[in-house]
C-alpha cells in the first residue's frame, strides 16, 4: 500500500448511486489504463490492455466511525488484475462518505484532477469529446525516443562517489526499509513568504529553488556534510497531447548540490538554480535507469540516491461538483505512508507557504521531525533576510533551542568542598565505590581502584625523577586510557600537567 492514492470526501445531498457506478464504468472504458494489468513476460514488465473491465464499485450502508471505514477499505492492489481504482460509497445517514483508492502506477496528481473532472462530468449527464491517445501511445512513444544525451548528462552527475545522507536518528535504521509515517506541518507566517517572494525577484531563482538551497543547507548542518542530494518529482507531461491523459508521467529528478560553508547563500542559490535549470532540460531520462547506470550501493534498507524528497505543491486540486450535492474533503487516511526518511511538500495557501514533513517512524520521533522542521524555517529565515551571509554563518536554531543550550543544558553550577583537592575527592569516591567503572576507552576500562593505584604508581615514579610542586609535565600521547592514568599520576605529584598534541611537527616538539 506504499503507492496507494487514496481520496476521501464527505457528500451531503441527493447522491444517486447508481449514476455514481455508471460514471465511473464510462471512465474505465473511456481510458485504457484503467483496463491495463501489468505482467511479466520472459522476464520483462508490459502492459497488456483488456478489453473489457468491470467498475470496481462498492455501495453500503454503515453506523461505523468514518475512520474505521477508511481502515477497512484500504488495501494491496494486485498490477495483473485491473481496475487499479476501487470507489465505495457508504451511507451515513445524514451523508455520504465518497472512498477512491488509485495505485500510483496508473494515475499521478494530475490524473487525479482530470478523474475528478471528467467522473463530475459523467454524473451529471454531459458528453466528453473521444480521446485521441492512451496511455500506451506515450509508452510506445517514449520508447522511441533518443535519451542518450540526457542519459549522460545524469551520468556525469553521479560519476564520483555518492554521498549517503548522514542524518542523526532517533532509532536504528531497520534493515528493511520501514514506510510507517507520520506528519507534521508549520505555517509561515506572511512576512517570511513575502522575503522569500521578493528573494526570488532578485536573484532570478525559482521560490522552488530557494526552498531547494535553504533544505540543503539545513541537512547539510545536521549531517556536517557537503554533498548533498535531493529528490525531487517532475510532473513529466513534456508532450502536450498527454495533458488530458490518466497515467503515470511522475519522474523523480537526484538534484545534486554542494552547500560548502564559505559560499554566500546567493552563490549557492546561483548553483542551485543551474543544477535545476539543467535538470528539467533532461527531465525525459527515467530516474529508475539512473539507479541502474550509476555505481549506487543497493542497500535494503534505504532508497537509492537520496533519503530526502523535497515537493513544491503548484497544482490546482480538482474537486467533485456532482448535482445537488455538497462536497468536502476529508483527511481520514487511516496510516501515513512514508516512502523516504524524510518528504518535505511546500503548498501555497493565500500569500503564505505551508510546509508538511512526512518523515519515517522507524527513524525520528514526532518531537524531533518538529524540530527539524522548525530549524528548516529557521535558515529560510535566516538566508531571505541575509542572502550574502556565508553558508557556515546562517543560523538554524530557534530561540527556545538557544535558551536549552546556553542556560538549562550548560547550568552546570555545582557545590563542592572548598576545603579539599581533586586528589582528595577521587580517593573518597575510590574508597566508596572501588570496583565501579571510573574510565572507559573503546572496549577497554579501568575501575576506580585500578585508576587510582596506576596512577600512584607513575606519581611515586615522577617524584623519583625529580618533579616538584608546580613543575611543568609535558604529555605526548593520543587520546587513551593511559592519558588519563597521566593526568592523574601529573596531579598526584604536585606538577602541572602539559598536552601536547601527536599531529604538531617535530620541529615544534624540540623549541
Same mark, same amino acid.
Given at each position: 500500500?506504499?503507492?496507494?492514492?487514496?481520496?476521501?470526501?464527505?457528500?451531503?445531498?441527493?447522491?444517486?448511486?447508481?449514476?455514481?457506478?455508471?460514471?465511473?464504468?464510462?471512465?474505465?472504458?473511456?481510458?485504457?489504463?484503467?483496463?491495463?494489468?501489468?505482467?511479466?513476460?520472459?522476464?520483462?514488465?508490459?502492459?497488456?490492455?483488456?478489453?473489457?473491465?468491470?467498475?470496481?464499485?462498492?455501495?453500503?450502508?454503515?453506523?461505523?466511525?468514518?475512520?474505521?471505514?477508511?481502515?477497512?477499505?484500504?488495501?494491496?492492489?494486485?498490477?495483473?488484475?485491473?481496475?487499479?481504482?476501487?470507489?465505495?460509497?457508504?451511507?451515513?445517514?445524514?451523508?455520504?462518505?465518497?472512498?477512491?483508492?488509485?495505485?500510483?502506477?496508473?494515475?499521478?496528481?494530475?490524473?487525479?484532477?482530470?478523474?475528478?473532472?471528467?467522473?463530475?462530468?459523467?454524473?451529471?449527464? %454531459?458528453?466528453?469529446?473521444?480521446?485521441?491517445?492512451?496511455?500506451?501511445?506515450?509508452?510506445?512513444?517514449?520508447?522511441?525516443?533518443?535519451?542518450?544525451?540526457?542519459?549522460?548528462?545524469?551520468?556525469?552527475?553521479?560519476?564520483?562517489?555518492?554521498?549517503?545522507?548522514?542524518?542523526?536518528?532517533?532509532?536504528?535504521?531497520?534493515?528493511?526499509?520501514?514506510?510507517?509515517?507520520?506528519?507534521?506541518?508549520?505555517?509561515?507566517?506572511?512576512?517570511?513568504?513575502?522575503?522569500?517572494?521578493?528573494?526570488?525577484?532578485?536573484?532570478?531563482?525559482?521560490?522552488?529553488?530557494?526552498?531547494?538551497?535553504?533544505?540543503?543547507?539545513?541537512?547539510?548542518?545536521?549531517?556536517?556534510? %557537503?554533498?548533498?542530494?535531493?529528490?525531487?518529482?517532475?510532473?513529466?507531461?513534456?508532450?502536450?497531447?498527454?495533458?488530458?491523459?490518466?497515467?503515470?508521467?511522475?519522474?523523480?529528478?537526484?538534484?545534486?548540490?554542494?552547500?560548502?560553508?564559505?559560499?554566500?547563500?546567493?552563490?549557492?542559490?546561483?548553483?542551485?538554480?543551474?543544477?535545476?535549470?539543467?535538470?528539467?532540460?533532461?527531465?525525459?531520462?527515467?530516474?529508475?535507469?539512473?539507479?541502474?547506470?550509476?555505481?549506487?550501493?543497493?542497500?535494503?534498507?534505504?532508497?537509492?540516491?537520496?533519503?530526502?524528497?523535497?515537493?513544491?505543491?503548484?497544482?490546482?486540486?480538482?474537486?467533485?461538483?456532482?448535482?445537488?450535492?455538497?462536497?468536502?474533503?476529508?483527511?481520514?487516511?487511516?496510516?501515513?505512508?512514508?516512502?523516504?526518511?524524510?518528504?518535505?511538500?511546500?503548498?501555497?495557501?493565500?500569500?503564505?507557504?505551508?510546509?508538511?514533513?512526512?518523515?519515517?517512524?522507524?527513524?525520528?520521533?514526532?518531537?524531533?521531525?518538529?524540530?527539524?522542521?522548525?530549524?528548516?524555517? %529557521?535558515?529560510?529565515?535566516?538566508?531571505?533576510?541575509?542572502?550574502?551571509?556565508?553558508?557556515?554563518?546562517? %543560523?538554524?536554531?530557534?530561540?527556545?533551542?538557544?535558551?536549552?543550550?546556553?542556560?538549562?543544558?550548560?547550568?552546570?553550577?555545582?557545590?563542592?568542598?572548598?576545603?579539599?583537592?581533586?586528589?582528595?575527592?577521587?580517593?573518597?569516591?575510590?574508597?566508596?565505590?572501588?570496583?565501579?567503572?571510573?574510565?572507559?576507552?573503546?572496549?577497554?576500562?579501568?575501575?576506580?581502584?585500578?585508576?587510582?593505584?596506576?596512577?600512584?604508581?607513575?606519581?611515586?615514579?615522577?617524584?623519583?625523577?625529580?618533579?616538584?610542586?608546580?613543575?611543568?609535565?609535558?604529555?605526548?600521547?593520543?587520546?587513551?586510557?593511559?592519558?588519563?592514568?597521566?593526568?592523574?599520576?601529573?596531579?598526584?605529584?604536585?606538577?602541572?600537567?602539559?598536552?601536547?598534541?601527536?599531529?604538531?611537527?617535530?620541529?615544534?616538539?624540540?623549541?
Amino acid at each position: 500500500t506504499a503507492y496507494n492514492m487514496p481520496y476521501v470526501m464527505k457528500m451531503t445531498g441527493e447522491v444517486d448511486p447508481e449514476k455514481l457506478k455508471e460514471a465511473f464504468q464510462a471512465m474505465i472504458n473511456r481510458h485504457e489504463i484503467f483496463r491495463t494489468a501489468f505482467i511479466t513476460v520472459d522476464g520483462e514488465p508490459v502492459q497488456k490492455v483488456l478489453e473489457n473491465v468491470e467498475a470496481d464499485f462498492e455501495y453500503a450502508a454503515s453506523n461505523e466511525t468514518d475512520e474505521t471505514i477508511a481502515e477497512g477499505y484500504y488495501r494491496a492492489f494486485d498490477l495483473s488484475s485491473p481496475p487499479l481504482a476501487r470507489i465505495k460509497l457508504v451511507n451515513k445517514g445524514e451523508y455520504h462518505l465518497f472512498l477512491m483508492d488509485t495505485h500510483h502506477i496508473i494515475s499521478d496528481g494530475m490524473s487525479e484532477n482530470v478523474f475528478i473532472s471528467e467522473l463530475t462530468a459523467f454524473y451529471n449527464g %454531459e458528453e466528453l469529446a473521444p480521446l485521441t491517445h492512451q496511455y500506451k501511445d506515450y509508452s510506445e512513444w517514449m520508447r522511441t525516443r533518443d535519451l542518450s544525451s540526457q542519459a549522460e548528462y545524469w551520468k556525469n552527475q553521479f560519476n564520483d562517489e555518492i554521498p549517503v545522507l548522514d542524518m542523526p536518528f532517533d532509532y536504528a535504521r531497520p534493515q528493511i526499509q520501514s514506510h510507517a509515517g507520520s506528519v507534521v506541518s508549520a505555517a509561515m507566517n506572511e512576512q517570511l513568504s513575502a522575503e522569500i517572494n521578493r528573494l526570488s525577484e532578485k536573484t532570478g531563482a525559482t521560490v522552488y529553488m530557494i526552498f531547494m538551497a535553504a533544505l540543503m543547507v539545513t541537512l547539510s548542518k545536521y549531517s556536517r556534510q %557537503e554533498d548533498i542530494v535531493i529528490g525531487s518529482p517532475i510532473s513529466g507531461r513534456t508532450h502536450k497531447d498527454t495533458e488530458s491523459m490518466l497515467g503515470m508521467f511522475v519522474n523523480t529528478l537526484a538534484v545534486r548540490g554542494y552547500p560548502e560553508g564559505k559560499k554566500t547563500f546567493d552563490e549557492f542559490l546561483k548553483e542551485i538554480r543551474e543544477i535545476c535549470l539543467n535538470a528539467y532540460e533532461n527531465q525525459e531520462y527515467p530516474f529508475e535507469e539512473l539507479v541502474e547506470a550509476v555505481e549506487v550501493h543497493r542497500d535494503l534498507s534505504r532508497n537509492p540516491l537520496f533519503d530526502v524528497l523535497l515537493t513544491l505543491q503548484n497544482n490546482e486540486i480538482e474537486t467533485i461538483n456532482l448535482s445537488n450535492v455538497n462536497v468536502e474533503d476529508v483527511d481520514s487516511e487511516p496510516k501515513t505512508i512514508s516512502k523516504f526518511d524524510m518528504s518535505y511538500t511546500v503548498s501555497p495557501v493565500g500569500e503564505k507557504y505551508e510546509i508538511f514533513l512526512e518523515f519515517c517512524t522507524s527513524l525520528f520521533t514526532k518531537e524531533t521531525a518538529k524540530r527539524i522542521l522548525s530549524n528548516y524555517l %529557521e535558515v529560510l529565515k535566516y538566508a531571505a533576510a541575509n542572502s550574502q551571509a556565508k553558508l557556515d554563518d546562517i %543560523e538554524m536554531l530557534t530561540e527556545n533551542e538557544k535558551t536549552l543550550i546556553l542556560g538549562a543544558f550548560n547550568d552546570t553550577d555545582a557545590d563542592y568542598p572548598r576545603n579539599k583537592t581533586v586528589v582528595d575527592l577521587f580517593e573518597e569516591q575510590a574508597n566508596r565505590t572501588p570496583d565501579n567503572t571510573a574510565v572507559v576507552f573503546e572496549d577497554t576500562s579501568l575501575t576506580y581502584v585500578q585508576l587510582n593505584a596506576q596512577a600512584d604508581r607513575l606519581a611515586g615514579k615522577l617524584i623519583a625523577e625529580g618533579v616538584k610542586p608546580g613543575d611543568y609535565v609535558a604529555m605526548y600521547i593520543e587520546r587513551s586510557l593511559e592519558m588519563i592514568i597521566g593526568i592523574y599520576g601529573i596531579i598526584k605529584a604536585g606538577g602541572v600537567y602539559v598536552p601536547i598534541n601527536t599531529m604538531y611537527p617535530a620541529a615544534f616538539m624540540c623549541r
